[in-house]
C-alpha cells in the first residue's frame, strides 16, 4: 500500500459530494483567458499555479494573494511562467480573495493506533506559534463536533473578540459534519484531509485550500 497525493481536478471531484465551501474559484488554461475569468470574479483575488511539481505551493512562491487590477495579475502570471519553464503546469487558478474572518483549520488523519481522527484548531499564521489542536474519533454527531469547536482555544475568539465579529459557528459545524460523513464514506481509501486555512466569518465559512492523500495499491 502506498500513499499518494490527489491533484487539483481528484481533490475537486472527490469533495465536491460533500458540499466543501470554496471561494469562487476558476482554473484558467491557458493563460491567456485570464483576463476574462478575473473580470467573472472580481478584484481583488488570489493566483495559484497548478501543477504536480507545485507540492507547497505557498513556499515555493507560487501562491499570489490580494491581487487588485488586471496589470498586477498579468505580471505575475508572467513571473510564474518564467520561474516554472519545463514544468507540467495544468493551469492557472484564479480565486476569490476572502477578506477578514478567523483561520481556523481542519481535517482527518488516520492513527495507527486509532484509525481515523477528526482534527480541528487554530490555522492559518496561528499554527506556527499557537498549539490549538482538538482530536476525535468519527463518526461523530453534531452535538460532538460542537463540544470539539467549544474545547478549542480559538474558540472564544470566533464568538466575537473586540473589533472582530462573532462568526457563523453553525456553518462551521456543517463543515466539521461534511468531514465527518467524508472519513466514514471513505474509510477504506483515506489517508488524510488538509483543509488550511478555513476562514470562518459572519455570514459562512470558505475552505481556501485543501490537500488530501489517499491509499493505493503498488502497480
Known sequence: MIARSL?????????QPYGIPFPRQTLVNPKEQVRDAASEIGYPLVL??????????SDQHLVVLDIQDEDELLQHIKRLSEI??????HGYLLQQQISGGIE???GTTLDEQFGHTLIFGSGGKLVEWMDDT???IPPLNR????????????????KGYRDIPACNVAHLIDLLQALNHIVVDQANRLLSIDLNPVIVLPEGVY???????VKEEPR
Open 143 to 158: 452535538w460532538q463536533i460542537e463540544e470539539m469547536i467549544q474545547e478549542s482555544r480559538i474558540s472564544d475568539i470566533l
Open 207 to 213: 475552505a481556501v485550500d485543501a490537500r488530501i492523500f
Open 7 to 15: 491533484d487539483f481536478f481528484e481533490t475537486r471531484d472527490f469533495l
Open 134 to 136: 482538538v482530536i476525535r
Open 104 to 106: 481556523v483549520l481542519m
Open 84 to 89: 516554472t519553464q519545463g514544468w507540467q503546469v
Open 48 to 57: 495559484k499555479l497548478i501543477s504536480p511539481q507545485a507540492t507547497h505551493k
